[in-house]
């Protein structure tokens, strides 16, 4: 079992520059969550997908963040422009849920974005 | 809402010392607790969990029991080793959401 894939690793960018993060789910897993941990601000959800369908991206910073998930087996981040707030460690993390008791997330190994 | 509560770290404790981590919580319902793991460099990893009053999760020497009365999910160790240092995360999830409410996470630092 691969896990929760989450790429790339690393990145840095200048400022105004598109930046895009990817992640792949646990196979058989209907739950996807992006967060964004920062010292400053701990860690953060920013949307969740259930079915590949947008359940809450109250999260989402500001209109610069955007994330899709076209399939069962992929999602995007993307922020454009970037700034160098935006500099965090963010993760994807992936769940199912069977009948009335909820599952636990398991979180991939995250991308440290540096925006210069 | 719902919230976690945890308290601040960082915790500094010499090798084979016991280990407390304090969590509570506010909740409607019967949310299901979880303690994770963060280790320098990686993810979150699930550590334990309960889902109901009164079960005790417990892995790698760690356990944890829920109780419903004091709304309490305290982390305890009998005897940390240098290993055990990292971030620890207290969390929660309702029955109608499958997110995790996550306390502002624990930092423990053992040393030799």
């Known amino acids: 079992d691969a896990g929760v894939i989450q790429s790339p690793r690393h990145e840095v960018t200048e400022m105004g520059q598109e930046v895009t993060l990817r992640c792949k789910p646990i196979s058989g897993h209907d739950y996807l969550f992006w967060y964004r941990q920062t010292m400053m601000r701990g860690l953060e959800l920013l949307i969740y997908?259930?079915?590949?369908?947008?359940?809450?991206d109250s999260g989402m910073p500001e209109d610069r963040f955007s994330a899709k998930m076209p399939n069962a087996s992929f999602s995007t981040l993307k922020i454009q422009p970037s700034e160098p707030r935006d500099s965090a460690v963010y993760f994807c993390?992936?769940?199912?849920?069977?009948?009335?008791?909820?599952?636990?997330?398991?979180f991939g190994p995250g991308t440290r974005l540096t925006v210069l | 809402g719902n919230s976690v509560t945890q308290m601040e770290g960082p915790v500094t404790l010499s090798e084979e010392a016991f280990l407390t981590i304090n969590c509570t919580y506010t909740?409607?319902?019967?949310?299901?607790l979880f303690w994770y793991v963060q280790y320098p460099g990686e993810g979150l990893q699930l550590l334990l969990k309960a889902t109901k009053a009164d079960d005790k999760g417990s892995n790698k020497g760690f356990e944890a029991t829920y109780r419903k009365e004091t709304t309490s999910f305290h982390l305890e160790k009998g005897s940390v080793q240098v290993s055990d240092s990292a971030v620890y995360f207290c969390a929660l999830s309702d029955q109608t959401t499958d997110k995790l409410i996550f306390g502002t996470g624990t930092r423990l630092q053992v040393f030799p």
């Open positions: 993390a992936s769940s199912y849920r069977r009948g009335a008791v909820p599952n636990e997330q398991f």
């Open positions: 909740a409607t319902g019967y949310p299901s």
């Open positions: 997908f259930n079915n590949n369908v947008p359940i809450d």
